[in-house]
């Protein structure tokens, strides 16, 4: 399936119109639009625009492709991803979100990307192959004991966007195996794969309580009107 | 005494019930030659892990487990060093890169079976009967400017295309039906090339109905060989249409018969547990003849008793792989003949 909607570009920049994004380490605004620095100069992942600024060549980070973008376009005012860190990454699928993050981590982080589709896999293992710091995992993030053997020491994240009914139960066992105290979780909790049939408000609402016992909540936020019926949570393993 | 077995991707290593290394048999020392062993281990046994137990016999070792490889997570990056891996946890973890990029690459080479093939099939038909059907609406427009009066009389699309395709300009059609039609026409005159042009646009059109009928061929095929009881209750294109929708023979085999019984009346289903609407009695199982036919009052029934023989069906051929399409079929229609005379 073709996703490109349009003829991606690459442009030439002045200096004045990058910025950090609110101070986080590896995020930038360009024109009102967040970018990272491209891991893979001249390497497109989904069709994303590139900007070049001086030497340096960013990727526009595209708030509806992924959730992240999203929140932070949201005024999420913490996101803890930083460079160095290793990053569980659950639900992993083609790479739209993972290849901002790695260029985020940088070369001397790791992700981890877990799928059980090995169709998108297929996309995530060439772009792993070029950048390095990625590595895929194809199972199923129900049982982090299949893949454990795989994932080397704990992580400092782990981050969860899998469209399960027990959603909030795969990112607590994962956390549980993986995370190392202190660490943080991030989660895009999808209410329509929990419970059609409820308000998503309800469904917040049970979410964040049952994550409240394993976790200390610091930030939240809904992802209308990027993803309908989202709520984007950061979390510290308590 | 027993042991455990843990399977990693430096080799096979023999563990005490306290988790320290009895003995050890590696790989080699190639990413993905490692992949490989890993993949086959999953499912079999590795003459590595053969080698490791026969040492573990000879020390007196005779009770074997198999365990997950992450009892052995943090001790690896050491035992790494001790046998001759990497030297440093940089080059631990960049070994360990490549070993989960080729082993990653080995599962997604071995994900991919036969129903993927039935999958691509189905689609591709799919989307041939698309396309036809938009080129056939073109071809009637543009030739019907010729000859009108031959598009009322010649219904089939097929055969339609197939008298352009053969004939060309209305002069040269020799048909039976078409005879007196033609004499008294009342479409325009076309110069030859103007005929030559709707003709070879016709010719296109038949060929893709060849391709069609090819398909067709192959992806019953296909259906034989991967799914033969499902075919014979559902037949080739419900069966394909179904085990597409399910995504793959592994989902269609572990879903219950009320989930296939309603595949592809999704909207109609979430519309209803939304509260707005009726439950929906049937989704693809539609085009089953049985529940085509079944009066209107027992349709919702019939399309449940034919879920229910395809769920069968599909656990037979993934799972046990017998035979028993003819008896599946006999009883599906036995009870369907029942729920046809309660009436």
């Given at each position: ?5 349009r003829i ?15 101070d ?9 639009r ?6 893979m ?16 060549e ?6 509806y ?18 460079k ?12 739209t ?7 985020i981590v940088?070369?001397?982080g ?9 169709r998108?896999?297929r ?8 950048r ?5 995992i194809?199972?199923?993030a ?11 020491g ?7 966007d899998?469209?399960?009914k ?8 994962n ?10 979780a ?53 | ?5 843990v ?16 003995e ?14 890993l993949?086959e ?30 009892v ?8 790494s060093?001790?046998?001759g ?10 070994f ?15 994900a ?26 073109r ?46 026409s ?8 103007d ?14 109905y ?18 033969p009881?499902?075919?014979d ?20 085999a572990?879903m ?5 019984q309603?595949?592809?009346a ?7 547990l ?18 085509q ?40 229609e ?10």
């Amino acid at each position: 399936m073709m996703r490109r909607r349009r003829i991606p570009v690459t442009r030439q920049r002045s200096k004045e119109s990058v910025r950090p994004f609110n101070d986080l380490d590896g995020v930038y605004s360009i024109d009102g639009r967040l970018a990272t620095v491209n891991l893979m100069p001249g390497v497109r992942v989904y069709g994303e625009d590139l900007v070049k600024i001086g030497r340096t060549e960013y990727r526009i980070w595209d708030n509806y492709r992924s959730k992240p973008a999203a929140a932070l376009k949201k005024k999420l005012k913490v996101f803890p991803l930083k460079k160095g860190m290793t990053v569980l990454y659950l639900g992993a699928a083609s790479g739209t979100t993972v290849s901002h993050f790695s260029d985020i981590v940088g070369k001397d982080g790791v992700i981890y990307g877990i799928d059980i589709a090995e169709r998108v896999l297929r996309e995530l293992i060439h772009h792993a192959e070029l950048r390095g710091n990625i590595v895929p995992i194809l199972a199923d993030a129900k049982l982090p004991g299949k893949y454990a053997g795989q994932v080397f020491g704990q992580v400092d994240m782990v981050f969860e966007d899998v469209a399960a009914k027990d959603q909030v139960e795969i990112l607590v066992r994962n956390s549980d195996t993986f995370l190392q105290p202190g660490g943080y979780a991030m989660i895009a909790i999808k209410s329509q794969s929990i419970d059609v049939t409820k308000p998503p408000k309800e469904i917040y609402a049970e979410c964040l309580a049952e994550l409240e016992k394993h976790f200390e909540i610091l930030d939240k936020v809904e992802l209308d009107p990027f993803e309908k019926f989202h709520m984007f949570v950061v979390l510290k393993k308590k | 005494m027993k042991a455990y077995i843990v399977v990693t991707a430096l080799g096979c290593f023999g563990l005490d019930d306290k988790n320290s290394v009895l003995e050890f048999v590696p790989f080699s020392k190639e990413p993905k030659e490692i992949a490989e062993k890993l993949v086959e281990a999953k499912t079999g046994t590795t003459v590595e892990q053969k080698q490791l137990e026969a040492k573990l016999s000879a020390k007196g070792y005779t009770d074997f487990d198999k365990r997950d490889a992450d009892v052995m997570r943090a001790m690896l990056p050491t035992l790494s060093g001790k046998y001759g891996f990497a030297r440093s946890q940089m080059e631990f973890n960049r070994f360990m890169g490549k070993v989960n990029i080729e082993l990653a690459k080995a599962q997604v080479r071995k994900a991919a079976g036969r129903d993927n093939l039935i999958m691509q099939v189905n689609g591709a038909i799919e989307e041939l009967d698309k396309a036809i059907n938009i080129l056939i609406e073109r071809l009637r427009e543009w030739y019907g400017l010729h000859f009108p009066e031959m598009s009322r009389a010649t219904s089939s699309n097929e055969s339609y295309a197939d008298i352009v395709s053969r004939f060309g300009s209305r002069e040269r059609i020799s048909h039976p039906d078409l005879g007196i039609l033609k004499s008294k026409s009342m479409g325009m005159e076309f110069k030859a090339v103007d005929a030559a042009m709707v003709q070879s646009f016709a010719e296109q059109i038949t060929a893709l109905y060849k391709q069609r009928e090819s398909l067709e061929r192959y992806l019953d095929e296909l259906l034989k060989e991967t799914a033969p009881n499902l075919r014979d209750i559902a037949g080739p294109a419900l069966a394909a249409k179904t085990i597409a929708l399910a995504g793959g023979m592994e989902k269609l085999a572990r879903m219950p018969s009320s989930t296939i019984q309603l595949l592809g009346a999704e909207k109609a289903l979430f519309r209803h547990l939304h509260g707005r609407g009726k439950s929906p009695k049937h989704g693809i199982v539609i085009i089953h003849p049985l529940v085509q036919n079944a009066p209107l009052e027992s349709k919702g029934k019939v399309a449940r008793l034919v879920a229910a023989k395809m769920s069968i069906a599909a656990k037979m051929d993934f799972y046990s792989k017998v035979y028993r399409g003819t008896d599946l079929k006999n009883d599906l229609e036995a009870r369907a003949r029942k729920i046809a005379q309660e009436k």
